[in-house]
Nanobody, 114 residues
Framework: QVQLVESGGGLVQPGGSLRLSCAAS????????MGWYRQAPGKQRELVAT???????NYADSVKGRFTISRDNVKNTVWLQMNSLKLEDTAVYFC????????WGQGTQVTVSS
């Protein structure tokens, strides 16, 4: 059973940056397209970025040009570099496969506030 552990969240001012990490147990991680999701209070969880095992990336329009997803298939880790953060980026961020295959981790809180 793959376990996902997200980290790197925090409180940041608008315009600031954060880098999130997601560590996955188990080497099976490397065969899947991985994604970063976020869930704001009262809203559904949404997929904001994906990265195939070949490192092809895709982004939601709301984060395109500001967020960068990357991965290391040897370290079983996926990252989300978030720049130019906006108030509306405030959410709990999670990682999982594109088809939400694995049990969800606890997520990491990102709060953008002045």
């Amino acid at each position: 059973q793959v376990q996902l552990v997200e980290s790197g969240g925090g409180l940041v001012q608008p315009g600031g940056s954060l880098r999130l990490s997601c560590a996955a147990s188990g080497s099976i991680f490397s065969i899947y397209t991985m994604g970063w999701y976020r869930q704001a209070p009262g809203k559904q969880r949404e997929l904001v970025a994906t990265c195939t095992r070949g490192r092809r990336t895709n982004y939601a329009d709301s984060v395109k040009g500001r967020f960068t997803i990357s991965r290391d298939n040897v370290k079983n880790t996926v990252w989300l570099q978030m720049n130019s953060l906006k108030l509306e980026d405030t959410a709990v961020y999670f990682c999982n496969t594109e088809d939400r295959r694995f049990p969800w981790g606890q997520g990491t809180q990102v709060t953008v506030s002045s």
